[in-house]
């Protein structure tokens, strides 16, 4: 009698989850395309012909696929005066990003680390300010930026570009790599004293091996931020050193006439790939960076 | 013999606060040094001072005759044993046992030599390319002190290497570090709040509260002769009864009046001929307190007492009774005939008693 009254209840139980979970996955689906709709519009759009663009639907499929949208935004498209594509840009922006990167991911770690393992007096307003520079705005710096830019003789070049997206983003790097690192007990620098092993010594041989999925974190956020950078990179560059992200304003508000909306959707793409790719790459280590926490072990 | 460590006057602050108070300490080759006292009470500093990871604020230090006070820790030629352990966790075994030496630029062969020793030693050879991750906490505590022992210095530091085991495993690796102890020779200096390994281990026990030493002395000279009150109440398990009591001088003697929990008094005459004062607290061990006629050393009175509780503990049999406005416990033979709600004579040997100054605590004979 009882065991009828359980199971009853229990089979009621397991179908209003199964509902729940239908819902959810519904709800998660009606999502997934609202957020993939824009995406899906500028893919199908980048293949399409101007002529279909003109007489077709907009969320329509291509009727007839066509890459030549990709290879005039590539190599063919009009930035102002100039017909070359995007091409040039997005390699100055591979120029301007992968050392502003690299660069600013290693001096963080060295930053976080002093700050984190080997306080010194005044470690504290240290890295307040550092703090602090994450939330300047960019509208501020850029003067004093081309000034000093000026007075070091790397104004309108790449290494300035490097440059300035190193300083604006070591305050991001260290506070990453300082988070990181206060979870590491202090206890694994004070033996690696005692075995003998110096400030460098103990970064390389401890800190840099725990360090991956910080790295990681820490390398996707400023891969995306100087890649996407739109400000520094018109403010600061001349003809010949800009950004894609420049490029493509300029592809998209140079063209006179008709508005070839399948170049400018496929250039867009084209920005935008490179950063797709480092999430996709790396995304499974930002998540795990972004929750670990202290080091076990 | 000149001491290997020596302490002298040494202070330590944070800041205004001061943690550690006119220490000194002096340890001779060979001793196993042991830090006592309870949470907070400035041990790790102290361990740290000694290990120069934390500079100190006055005072001086040397090592085996050499001022070490502003000497960096790689240059101490000390070896410590951490708390967590502190193992290098993207290094296997063998290579936290090395790093020490590879970082001093020691040949590897000579290396090798002294990782497959210590390895044996500590029969931690089938665990070497482990991470730290994938062992146990007895494991691990393995490879810490490993790691210390491979560097053969003039002296181990070991802040409570044993408090993350389990109460088992505790026992066994206390039986362990003191053979260890023994075998090598070596000077230690061992931090622990556990009273029972601060006896167990030391050749000399330190005994520390508020950043200020109470005693320094022998396992037994701390255990029978207590500097104060907080000492002989901190060492020792169950501990020391303190008993308010009364003293009058009588003759030749004293007599030691207290007041029982039926509203009268008992009475022990202490023939040593001490001269106290009038309020004294008298500290009896449980195992100072008999049953008649068991305990055939020592000078003993007896007294009539209300047994409150019996507790059986195996071996022994805690009887607690009330003297004095306390709770008095006393170590009985296991097949005692105590009961609860009973009379019970006890007998008190008055010639391993202490007696404390009620104000300051200070030990009065
Ligand atoms: N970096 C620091 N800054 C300020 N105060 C500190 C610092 N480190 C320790 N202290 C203080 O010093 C005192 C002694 O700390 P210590 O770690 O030496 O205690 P302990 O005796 O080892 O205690 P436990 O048995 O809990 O390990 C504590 O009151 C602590 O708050
Ligand atoms: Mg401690």
Same mark, same amino acid.
């Given at each position: 009698?009882?065991?009828?009254?359980?199971?009853?209840?229990?089979?009621?139980?397991?179908?209003?989850?199964?509902?729940?979970?239908?819902?959810?996955?519904?709800?998660?689906?009606?999502?997934?395309?609202?957020?993939?709709?824009?995406?899906?519009?500028?893919?199908?759009?980048?293949?399409?012909?101007?002529?279909?663009?003109?007489?077709?639907?907009?969320?329509?499929?291509?009727?007839?696929?066509?890459?030549?949208?990709?290879?005039?935004?590539?190599?063919?498209?009009?930035?102002?005066?100039?017909?070359?594509?995007?091409?040039?840009?997005?390699?100055?922006?591979?120029?301007?990003?992968?050392?502003?990167?690299?660069?600013?991911?290693?001096?963080?770690?060295?930053?976080?680390?002093?700050?984190?393992?080997?306080?010194?007096?005044?470690?504290?307003?240290?890295?307040?300010?550092?703090?602090?520079?994450?939330?300047?705005?960019?509208?501020?710096?850029? +003067?004093?930026?081309?000034?000093?830019?000026?007075?070091?003789?790397?104004?309108?070049?790449?290494?300035? +570009?490097?440059?300035?997206?190193?300083?604006?983003?070591?305050?991001?790097?260290?506070?990453?790599?300082?988070?990181?690192?206060?979870?590491?007990?202090?206890?694994?620098?004070?033996?690696?004293?005692?075995?003998?092993?110096?400030?460098?010594?103990?970064?390389?041989?401890?800190?840099?091996?725990?360090?991956?999925?910080?790295?990681?974190?820490?390398?996707?956020?400023?891969?995306?931020?100087?890649?996407?950078?739109?400000?520094?990179?018109?403010?600061?560059?001349?003809?010949?050193?800009?950004?894609?992200?420049?490029?493509?304003?300029?592809?998209?508000?140079?063209?006179?006439?008709?508005?070839?909306?399948?170049?400018?959707?496929?250039?867009?793409?084209?920005?935008?790939?490179?950063?797709?790719?480092?999430?996709?790459?790396?995304?499974?280590?930002?998540?795990?960076?972004?929750?670990?926490?202290?080091?076990?072990? | 013999?000149?001491?290997?460590?020596?302490?002298?006057?040494?202070?330590?602050?944070?800041?205004?606060?001061?943690?550690?108070?006119?220490?000194?300490?002096?340890?001779?080759?060979?001793?196993?040094?042991?830090?006592?006292?309870?949470?907070?009470?400035?041990?790790?500093?102290?361990?740290?001072?000694?290990?120069?990871?934390?500079?100190?604020?006055?005072?001086?230090?040397?090592?085996?005759?050499?001022?070490?006070?502003?000497?960096?820790?790689?240059?101490?030629?000390?070896?410590?044993?951490?708390?967590?352990?502190?193992?290098?966790?993207?290094?296997?075994?063998?290579?936290?046992?090395?790093?020490?030496?590879?970082?001093?630029?020691?040949?590897?062969?000579?290396?090798?030599?002294?990782?497959?020793?210590?390895?044996?030693?500590?029969?931690?050879?089938?665990?070497?390319?482990?991470?730290?991750?994938?062992?146990?906490?007895?494991?691990?505590?393995?490879?810490?002190?490993?790691?210390?022992?491979?560097?053969?210095?003039?002296?181990?530091?070991?802040?409570?290497?044993?408090?993350?085991?389990?109460?088992?495993?505790?026992?066994?690796?206390?039986?362990?570090?003191?053979?260890?102890?023994?075998?090598?020779?070596?000077?230690?200096?061992?931090?622990?709040?556990?009273?029972?390994?601060?006896?167990?281990?030391?050749?000399?026990?330190?005994?520390?509260?508020?950043?200020?030493?109470?005693?320094?002395?022998?396992?037994?000279?701390?255990?029978?002769?207590?500097?104060?009150?907080?000492?002989?109440?901190?060492?020792?398990?169950?501990?020391?009864?303190?008993?308010?009591?009364?003293?009058?001088?009588?003759?030749?003697?004293?007599?030691?009046?207290?007041?029982?929990?039926?509203?009268?008094?008992?009475?022990?005459?202490?023939?040593?001929?001490?001269?106290?004062?009038?309020?004294?607290?008298?500290?009896?061990?449980?195992?100072?307190?008999?049953?008649?006629?068991?305990?055939?050393?020592?000078?003993?009175?007896?007294?009539?007492?209300?047994?409150?509780?019996?507790?059986?503990?195996?071996?022994?049999?805690?009887?607690?009774?009330?003297?004095?406005?306390?709770?008095?416990?006393?170590?009985?033979?296991?097949?005692?005939?105590?009961?609860?709600?009973?009379?019970?004579?006890?007998?008190?040997?008055?010639?391993?008693?202490?007696?404390?100054?009620?104000?300051?605590?200070?030990?009065?004979?």
């Amino acid at each position: 009698m009882t065991d009828a009254v359980y199971s009853n209840t229990g089979v009621r139980s397991q179908m209003t989850r199964i509902a729940l979970r239908w819902l959810l996955y519904i709800l998660l689906f009606a999502f997934a395309l609202f957020y993939l709709a824009p995406l899906f519009v500028m893919v199908t759009t980048s293949l399409k012909s101007l002529e279909e663009i003109r007489t077709g639907d907009l969320i329509a499929l291509p009727r007839d696929v066509t890459f030549d949208a990709w290879r005039t935004a590539w190599a063919s498209a009009c930035t102002g005066i100039q017909c070359e594509g995007v091409r040039p840009y997005f390699w100055n922006s591979v120029l301007i990003a992968v050392p502003a990167v690299m660069i600013s991911t290693l001096v963080g770690a060295i930053n976080g680390y002093v700050v984190a393992q080997w306080r010194f007096p005044g470690a504290n307003i240290f890295f307040a300010l550092m703090l602090f520079g994450c939330f300047i705005p960019f509208q501020v710096v850029l +003067l004093p930026m081309a000034r000093m830019l000026g007075l070091m003789g790397i104004a309108g070049t790449i290494p300035g +570009l490097i440059f300035v997206h190193v300083i604006y983003g070591l305050g991001f790097t260290t506070l990453f790599f300082r988070n990181y690192y206060v979870t590491i007990p202090a206890e694994l620098t004070k033996a690696a004293k005692v075995d003998g092993a110096g400030f460098f010594r103990i970064f390389w041989s401890i800190f840099l091996p725990l360090s991956l999925p910080i790295i990681v974190v820490t390398v996707i956020w400023q891969f995306t931020q100087i890649w996407n950078d739109f400000l520094f990179g018109v403010s600061f560059s001349q003809a010949g050193t800009q950004p894609i992200t420049v490029a493509l304003n300029n592809i998209v508000n140079s063209t006179t006439g008709v508005k070839e909306y399948n170049v400018d959707m496929a250039a867009a793409i084209i920005a935008g790939l490179p950063t797709l790719l480092v999430y996709v790459v790396a995304g499974k280590y930002f998540i795990r960076g972004l929750t670990a926490g202290s080091v076990k072990g | 013999m000149a001491p290997i460590l020596d302490i002298k006057g040494l202070y330590k602050s944070y800041g205004s606060t001061e943690i550690l108070k006119d220490i000194n300490v002096a340890i001779d080759p060979g001793d196993f040094l042991v830090l006592v006292g309870p949470s907070g009470c400035g041990k790790s500093t102290l361990l740290n001072c000694i290990a120069g990871l934390e500079p100190i604020s006055g005072g001086t230090l040397s090592i085996d005759g050499q001022d070490m006070t502003h000497v960096s820790p790689k240059d101490r030629d000390i070896a410590m044993v951490f708390q967590s352990y502190a193992l290098y966790p993207t290094m296997t075994v063998a290579k936290n046992i090395t790093f020490g030496m590879k970082v001093r630029g020691v040949d590897p062969k000579t290396q090798a030599a002294k990782l497959k020793k210590v390895a044996e030693q500590l029969q931690i050879e089938q665990l070497l390319n482990r991470r730290p991750g994938q062992l146990s906490g007895g494991q691990r505590q393995r490879v810490a002190m490993g790691r210390a022992l491979v560097r053969d210095p003039k002296l181990f530091l070991f802040d409570e290497p044993l408090s993350n085991l389990d109460a088992k495993l505790r026992v066994e690796m206390r039986t362990e570090i003191k053979a260890l102890h023994q075998n090598l020779g070596a000077t230690m200096v061992y931090v622990t709040h556990d009273q029972i390994e601060a006896m167990t281990l030391a050749t000399k026990i330190v005994v520390m509260k508020g950043g200020v030493i109470q005693q320094i002395g022998s396992p037994s000279e701390i255990y029978d002769r207590p500097a104060n009150m907080f000492v002989a109440d901190f060492m020792g398990s169950p501990a020391m009864n303190l008993i308010p009591a009364r003293a009058m001088k009588n003759g030749s003697g004293t007599h030691i009046e207290i007041a029982n929990s039926t509203g009268g008094s008992i009475v022990l005459k202490d023939t040593n001929g001490h001269d106290l004062p009038t309020d004294v607290i008298l500290g009896v061990r449980p195992e100072d307190i008999a049953e008649p006629g068991t305990r055939q050393d020592g000078v003993h009175q007896d007294a009539e007492c209300l047994v409150d509780i019996v507790e059986p503990a195996g071996a022994d049999t805690y009887v607690v009774t009330q003297l004095g406005g306390k709770q008095v416990t006393a170590r009985l033979h296991a097949k005692t005939n105590a009961q609860a709600g009973k009379s019970q004579t006890l007998s008190f040997d008055l010639s391993k008693v202490s007696y404390f100054e009620p104000g300051t605590g200070r030990r009065l004979n």
